[in-house]
C-alpha cells in the first residue's frame, strides 16, 4: 500500500473523529440541524448518482439522455416532496423527513444540493 492510499483512507477516520467532538460539545438548532440533514441527503443523492449513473450510461442512454432526465426527475421529485420520499433511499428518506420539522427555506435545497455536488466532485477527481 503507498503512502498516497494510506492519506486517502486516513481522511474518512480523521472526519469522523472530528465529527465525534463535535456532536460531543455542540448541539445544534433545529434549523442548523434540517440543514446539515439537507446535506447528508445530497450526499446519499451523488452516491447514488456516482454508482449507477455511469453503468446506466454504459448500457443504455447516451450522455446527453441521461442529464436530461436525471434533471427532469430531480425537478419532478422536488415538485411531488410528499410522494418522492418513498422513492429515495431508506437513509435519505429518513435523512429528510427529520430535517423537515422546521419550516424549510430556499437554503435547505441549496444545502442539499451542494452535498450532492461535493460529494459528486470528489468522486468524479478520483477517477
Known sequence: ????????????????????????????????????????AGVVLAALAVELLPEIAREHAPGPVLIGAFALG???????????????YLVTEELLMEAHTVKEKPISTLILFAGFLTFWSIELMGK
Open 1 to 40: 500500500m503507498t503512502q498516497h492510499n494510506l492519506i486517502l483512507i486516513s481522511i474518512p477516520a480523521v472526519v469522523a473523529l472530528c465529527g465525534g467532538f463535535l456532536a460531543a460539545f455542540w448541539k445544534p438548532s433545529q434549523q442548523n440541524r434540517s440543514l446539515i440533514q439537507h446535506f447528508a
Open 74 to 88: 430531480s425537478l419532478f421529485m422536488y415538485g411531488l416532496k410528499l410522494w418522492t420520499e418513498r422513492l429515495l
